[in-house]
């Protein structure tokens, strides 16, 4: 079982900059590829961002490519999402994941945070 807790979520104008951390807890965190993936209102959730288990292999959506990063610290069980030049479409409830091995489907992760609110304002 890994347990998985969002924070950094929050309120921010168009063109400024929130950090996402994910917390785990639970089996050996750096067993496991992660992945960030969002909902807005309405949408089915999407595909964000995913890093693997020694951070050497990374991938993005296109509409974020450039300007958000994902990177993780198997020290402090802890993964980031460094989201820049942010805009109003980005707005969404963000949820951290966990996957034995790496993907970017989320019916291919296993353990899921309770995600946190990001309000891009115009």
């Known amino acids: 079982q890994v347990q998985l807790v969002e924070s950094g979520g929050g309120l921010v104008q168009a063109g400024g900059s929130l950090r996402l951390s994910c917390a785990a807890s639970?089996?050996?965190?750096?067993?496991?590829?992660m992945g960030w993936f969002r909902q807005a209102p309405g949408k089915e959730r999407e595909f964000v961002a995913a890093i693997s288990w020694s951070g050497g292999r990374t991938s993005y959506t296109d509409s974020v490519k450039g300007r958000f990063t994902i990177s993780r610290d198997n020290v402090k069980n802890t993964v980031y999402l460094q989201m820049n030049s942010l805009k109003p479409e980005d707005t969404a409830v963000y949820y951290c994941?966990?996957?034995?091995?790496?993907?970017?489907?989320?019916?291919?992760?296993?353990?899921w945070g309770q995600g946190t609110q990001v309000t891009v304002t115009s």
């Open positions: 994941a966990a996957v034995l091995g790496f993907g970017i489907a989320p019916n291919e992760y296993e353990y």
């Open positions: 639970g089996r050996t965190f750096s067993s496991y590829g």
